[in-house]
């Protein structure tokens, strides 16, 4: 759960520092530029690269609940990680954006589905297949999950895994249908698939043998029907 909380030092961003160039200079300085969302205005900021990585990267990783503080004050705002960019090659972080939360209100976020167990089918020679990598739900900011995990234990060849079966999280509440929302499938190996099709395809269509019996037996002679 992501009950962890963080302090997060920051300061705020001016206009003089806004910009594709500027911006580009403060990250080669380590700082990293960002937005803090909530009751109504946005402010930009900048905070450390190292510092930020330790916030997201804890044991609640990126639900942690983080106490943002601006440079020179002591107000603490409560935020969670609403959205971030990654530089498309070294995959670090070039933007991040925080939204400001109450902690005695529910929010609704997308959460990591994780697959655990062995699937039978697997076992079987099958392929499994993850269809749905993230989950909607809805929970105070303190109890929201890192992941959500997904047994494959009854997993057999040609069935599926969904969202019915998991198991409920206290303080939680999935927004996806239960039903209709398909986590993870075993599948049939292509190649005995097509297998099964060649076999399927040479077999005889139902009463084509009682055909051919019946006209063999017309063309065929009577008893006794021979002259003497």
Request: charged share 30%; net charge negative.
């Amino acid at each position: 759960m992501s009950g962890e909380r963080i302090r997060l030092e920051v300061r705020e961003r001016d206009a003089a520092e806004r910009g594709s160039r500027r911006v580009k200079r403060l990250r080669k300085q380590g700082l990293i530029p960002g937005v803090l969302y909530g009751k109504g205005e946005s402010r930009a900021l900048l905070v450390g690269e190292r510092d930020l990585r330790v916030a997201l990267t804890g044991p609640s990783g990126l639900h942690a609940i983080v106490d943002v503080v601006f440079d020179g004050q002591k107000t603490e705002h409560h935020a969670v990680l609403k959205d971030y960019q990654q530089h498309a090659i070294k995959g670090t972080i070039t933007h991040v954006d925080f939204h400001e939360v109450r902690l005695d209100q529910a929010i609704q976020v997308s959460v990591t589905v994780q697959l655990v167990g062995e699937s039978p089918g697997v076992k079987q020679g099958g392929v499994l297949q993850q269809v749905t990598r993230e989950l909607n739900v809805e929970a105070l900011p303190g109890a929201i999950p890192e992941h959500i995990e997904v047994d494959l234990g009854e997993l057999e060849i040609g069935g599926a895994v969904r969202l019915e079966s998991v198991a409920a999280i206290e303080g939680v509440t999935f927004l996806d249908d239960p039903h209709d929302t398909v986590l993870a499938t075993c599948a049939v190996p292509r190649g005995l698939a097509e297998l099964e099709e060649e076999v399927e395809g040479e077999a005889p269509e139902e009463g084509e043998a009682g055909a051919g019996e019946a006209e063999a037996a017309e063309a065929a002679p009577a008893d006794g029907g021979s002259e003497g």
